[in-house]
């Protein structure tokens, strides 16, 4: 049976299809942690969270009877404020400290955001249905779910928007800037706290975009937040930061990964193997640094 | 004056501290009160089901302090029940039973939700001789470790689902079937899975998939393209809620055509309300259901139980909360058999429970599993846009035919 992939070979554009989409999906939620995490040098362990609660607010809306794909516009408009006034009750107290301290704030913002959503929200696993159907190709042996199509669409648009954003608007070359040099930026005269603060409220936005998608294409539950954190965590170190191509590259090939790894080495191995893989590339991206910090000397 | 203030604390709390233990070491029975305790999930990721469990057991503890109470030794007792809340949290589950019998002088339990919070408590009970009566912790493994004082009414998971592998093989002609089987990587799934390896040994049916879904994954899409290809008889998924709306979520998009599609934690996940039409044909193991045709003097019966949870909670009672209040008719019937409070008594009477319930018979197996209470099955089945869960299997008590198989995608509207 390991071998089914190869006697049936469309199940390979199967995986392949199925682990690119998802992999753009958890792309856009990499991407964020990314931005915060190159302007501000925070970790965000409360980014899964986030996710979750952008989740609920789309779930909210597609229960008030109101089609759950305008969470992606509702969603992270009011995610970027949730982001902003996280930033300022919290962040912008451990923004400058080093990076355990943020990380032990975040964490704690994803118990606390864990135990809201579940004192709101219940302890029920939901779904919102987006009724979407299904995109069946090579004569229905290939079967695509309209709504992950749809997520990755909306992940991909956003993304182009942000980036186009960050590079023509005051506010996104302000946040390049800080990004740079924080000390210097402020010495030009860049409001970096007011930075920091709506950097800190894209990536709840952006947050919000991907949790709304969730709601239509897997589950939501307050203690699922975790492997979202982890996952774009992940996707963050392969890619490194500020670098959005390479992020949008390691979300799918890590989806693509993990979706191949099921087949051939079998579903309770794919998340092993994934961080199998992440231990590989970080031991070769040392011994790439240490070779070059040769030639340094 | 700072060293006088320490010793002044020192002195009030080592009085309260003995005033505390003077105080509840006769908690058990406290006047015509019988006190049981019971560390329960009020908050946390299991909060919905500890909230069922304790109403189901708030619900039996009135019926039967409103009908005589239990009578000893010629005295009429009312029960009571000490909760605490354990924030779903096993080690702090442990803490609070070892809470309720050292500072609260409790004698006897009543079980925490789920099964790993369960095997958290029982060492603790077991350690103190505590009799415990559990309504939610059904992983075959709390009944493999030759616990005393253990005592559980709900079927054991590995049954849960072995009636639908036979179900399969006699919609088979009696012949063997093929199996593909996806189950999450927890105590009580693999526990089911142990249930449907030894179905296909019995039956010599051949299982074609057998996938173990990481705790993390939301996503069973290559499983379930897996079962496109190779075309099983039956499918056999289970992973608590999330297993539960994830597997039909994606069957249903990716139109995955099985003739049988078993699973468990249907009516948890309210199935039915949640993916409407796309769950119909879903076959779900249940340990109760209002139309058994079970009785008992306390509640009646099934749909009476349902009737009067409704008025009381607001909510159509689940197997959850029917179990638990079964715990407390069987706590009854064992004092009143013992007729006396001293524990090892009271666990001897446990120990030889015959009953019949609204909720099932029960007698307990040599690990304190029930074992007289069959699992059903129900379908669930859709008129117009409005799904509901149909009893089909055992036979003695379906309300409804079996359809099968489920018809394709291409065909359904």
Not at chain 1, 212 to 237: K, N, Q
């Amino acid at each position: 049976m390991d071998l089914l992939i190869f006697q049936a070979p469309i199940l390979m554009v199967q995986a392949s299809l199925d682990g690119i989409l998802l992999g753009i999906l958890f792309a856009l939620i990499a991407y964020g942690m990314a931005l915060q995490w190159g302007v501000m040098n925070i970790i965000n362990i409360a980014q899964g969270d986030l996710v979750i609660l952008g989740g609920y607010i789309a779930y909210t809306m597609y229960l008030a009877g109101i089609h759950p794909a305008w969470g992606v516009i509702v969603s992270p408009i009011i995610m970027y404020f949730v982001g902003w006034a996280l930033y300022k009750l919290v962040i912008n107290k451990v923004v400058d400290r080093d990076l355990f301290i943020s990380i032990l704030a975040t964490f704690g913002i994803a118990i606390v955001f864990q135990q809201l959503m579940n004192f709101v929200f219940g302890a029920d696993v939901v779904v919102a249905q987006s009724e979407y159907g299904t995109t069946m190709l090579f004569d229905n042996s290939v079967t695509l779910p309209n709504s992950k199509i749809f997520a990755a669409a909306i992940s991909v648009l956003y993304a182009i928007g942000l980036v186009i954003y960050m590079k023509k608007s005051r506010l996104g070359r302000a946040i390049r800037a800080t990004a740079q040099n924080a000390r210097a930026a402020k010495i030009l005269g860049v409001d970096t706290e007011k930075v920091y603060a709506a950097t800190f409220g894209i990536n709840a936005a952006l947050c919000g975009v991907a949790g709304a998608l969730i709601s239509i294409t897997l589950t939501l539950h307050p203690y699922v937040g975790l492997p979202y954190t982890v996952r774009s965590f992940m996707i963050v170190i392969v890619a490194g930061l500020g670098n959005l191509p390479a992020v949008a590259i390691s979300g799918m090939g890590l989806g693509l990964f993990e979706e191949f790894a099921d087949y051939i080495l079998g579903t309770e191995f794919r998340i092993g193997a994934v961080f199998m893989l992440l231990v590989f590339i970080l031991v070769y991206r040392r011994f790439k640094l240490s070779k070059k910090r040769e030639y340094l000397k | 004056m700072n060293k006088l203030t320490k010793l002044f604390v020192t002195f009030i709390s080592a009085i309260t501290l003995a005033l505390v233990s003077f105080s509840s070491s006769f908690a058990k029975v406290e006047g015509e009160y019988i006190v049981l305790g019971s560390a329960i999930s009020l908050t946390g990721k299991y909060s919905s089901n500890g909230v069922h469990t304790q109403n189901g057991y708030n619900m039996a503890v009135d019926r039967i302090n409103k009908m005589g109470g239990v009578e000893v030794q010629g005295k009429k007792y009312k029960f009571e029940i000490i909760y605490y809340d354990d924030e779903s949290n096993p080690k702090r589950a442990a803490q609070l039973a070892e809470r309720l019998i050292k500072q609260d002088g409790v004698h006897y339990m009543l079980g925490p939700y789920s099964s790993g919070l369960t095997k958290a408590i029982a060492p603790v009970t077991e350690k103190y001789k505590i009799p415990m009566v559990e309504a939610n912790g059904a992983s075959r493994s709390l009944f493999t470790k030759g616990y005393k004082y253990l005592f559980a009414v709900l079927s054991p998971a590995n049954q849960y689902l072995e009636v639908a592998i036979d179900l399969a093989v006699e919609k088979n002609g009696g012949k063997p079937v093929r199996i593909a089987q996806a189950f999450e990587q927890d105590a009580f799934s693999q526990d089911v899975r142990l249930g449907i390896l030894d179905a296909a040994k019995r039956t010599g049916s051949e299982i074609i998939i057998d996938d173990k879904l990481p705790k993390e994954l939301n996503d069973m899409a290559a499983t379930l393209a897996k079962v496109k290809a190779t075309k099983p008889d039956v499918l056999v998924v289970s992973g608590h809620t999330k297993g539960a709306l994830t597997a039909i979520r994606q069957i249903s998009e990716m139109k995955v055509d099985v003739p049988m599609l078993a699973m468990t934690h249907c009516d948890a996940a309210k199935l039915s309300k949640q993916h409407g039409k796309n769950s119909e044909y879903a076959l779900c193991a249940s340990q109760w259901h209002k139309n058994l045709s079970y009785k008992d003097k306390f509640f009646g019966g099934g749909k009476k139980y349902d009737k009067d949870f409704k008025k009381e909670f607001g909510y159509a009672p689940p197997y959850q909360s029917a179990e638990s209040s079964a715990a407390l008719l069987v706590f009854k019937d064992a004092f009143e058999r013992a007729n006396s409070f001293d524990r090892d008594k009271v666990r001897d009477a446990l120990k030889t429970t015959d009953m019949q319930t609204f909720y099932g018979n029960i007698k307990f197996g040599p690990g304190g599993q029930n074992v007289a209470k069959p699992m059903i099955l129900f379908q669930v089945r859709c008129k117009g846009d409005t799904c509901e869960n149909k009893v089909v299997a055992p036979t003695k008590w379906a309300s409804d035919k079996f359809y099968h198989p489920i018809p394709k995608w291409s065909e359904r509207s």
